[in-house]
């Protein structure tokens, strides 16, 4: 079982969505990357909150088996975002966003840290992305998430750090704007020429797309009878794409698309409920269960 570490944020969210709302509830992309990873795989978590984070989230982290030795808290408040859904779900309307002690955020990566066998970049500055990789000992494979802030106004730092990557983990909105064009799979033949080896672009409703040299891959996303919350859904199916493959030590094209399935297994219940409160009461059964529901629904035979 591979060594995950992930790089990113904890936060505090208030999220209203037609189905019902929260105030200062659990949040950040570490925080739900390394909940999901946590379910198949030890997962240590760099990042920073503020003297105000609650000790019960602390708590839960820990009851994950999560290694929160990287996880600094400095004097201050801790990151929050504000965000609103209408009922098209598919993208947040940002209502709010204070940095507090994240705007200062340097991540400090202790020894015990420095020779991951994976490494996820959470959605950070570039710059702070590639530190994180100058300071570890390279590890097997490198993911990274981004955002449209950073591909507008960090372009060039962006390509940087692509460079040095295995896997670029973006929805589409932003595979848009870092391709500058409609056309996904153009923009996965732009990206691929670039350094990453896998692009995963994810969908939301309409699931998620893997592009690398050999192959386009698509998954489904699972058909719900609610969706509470959206947040968090994208670094959940990191989690659950990264812990899975550092839980089999296998790249191969098959394991690589048994990762997919199980990332969007992870997404599929986090929108179930708000912040991650589903993640709470899930067990790995029910895990499994829905991974071979999720076979079933994309399985048919070849025509005679």
Known sequence: MGKLLVVGSVALDTVKTP???GTDILGGSATYFSTAASFFTSVALIAVVGEDFPQQHITFLKSRGIDLAGLER???????????????????????????????FRPQIPDAYR???????????????????QKVTRPSLVACDTMNFWINGQREALWKVLEKVDVLIINDGEARALGQDSNLVKVAKLVLSRGPKHLIIKRGEYGVLMFNENQVFGAPAFPLNGVRDPTGAGDTFAGGFLGYLAATSNRSPEVMK????????????????????????????????????????????DIQ
């Not at 201050?76 to 504000?82: D, I, L, S």
């Not at 994976?118 to 994180?132: A, C, R, S, T, W």
Request: aromatic fraction near 14%; avoid cysteine.
């Open 19 to 21: 189905f019902g709302e």
């Open 258 to 301: 048994q990762a997919i399935i199980f990332g969007s297994v992870m997404a599929s219940f986090t929108v179930e409920s708000f912040s991650l409160d589903r993640l709470r009461i899930l067990d790995y059964k029910e895990v499994k269960d829905r991974f071979r529901e999720f076979r079933r629904l994309t399985q048919f035979e």
């Open 74 to 104: 400095r004097p201050g408040a801790t990151f929050r975002w504000k965000g609103e859904y209408t009922h098209q779900l598919n993208e947040a309307h940002t209502l709010d966003t204070q940095l507090n002690v994240f705007e200062t």
């Open 115 to 133: 020779e991951p066998d994976i490494l996820f970049l959470g959605n950070i500055h570039p710059e702070l992305q590639l530190d994180v990789l």
